[in-house]
């Protein structure tokens, strides 16, 4: 069983930045995904960026140039960096990884509300 703990998050106003972190409980040599999804009110959850065990990354259109994922594998996190921040980023965002098994794994989530 692998556990994901969510850090950061928050009330941010537009235009601002958030980062995000989370911490995969479990030995880092058998996570290979990692990524953030996302929920807002009323709406399905929905792939934010996505960052595999080498580094390659792929991210939502919505989210093109303002976010970054990254990971360090060595401390099982993976990191969300959101810049440029818009009411429409205002959700929860959760953490997910899977592993070399393909078994999946959900953080508890982190809500990020962006609204001056």
Do not use: H
Not at 21 to 37: E, G, L, Q
Not at 58 to 72: L, Q
Not at 81 to 103: G, H, W
């Amino acid at each position: 069983q692998v556990q994901l703990v969510e850090s950061g998050g928050g009330l941010v106003q537009p235009g601002g930045s958030v980062r995000l972190s989370c911490v995969a409980s479990r030995n880092r040599f058998t996570i290979n995904v990692m990524a953030w999804y996302r929920q807002a009110p009323g709406k399905e959850r929905e792939l934010v960026a996505t960052i595999t065990r080498g580094g390659a990354t792929n991210y939502a259109d919505s989210v093109k140039g303002r976010f970054t994922i990254s990971r360090n594998n060595v401390e099982n996190t993976v990191f969300l960096q959101m810049n440029s921040l818009k009411p429409e980023d205002t959700a929860v965002y959760y953490c997910f990884s899977r592993d070399i098994y393909d078994f999946t794994y959900w953080g508890q989530g982190a809500q990020v509300t962006v609204s001056s």
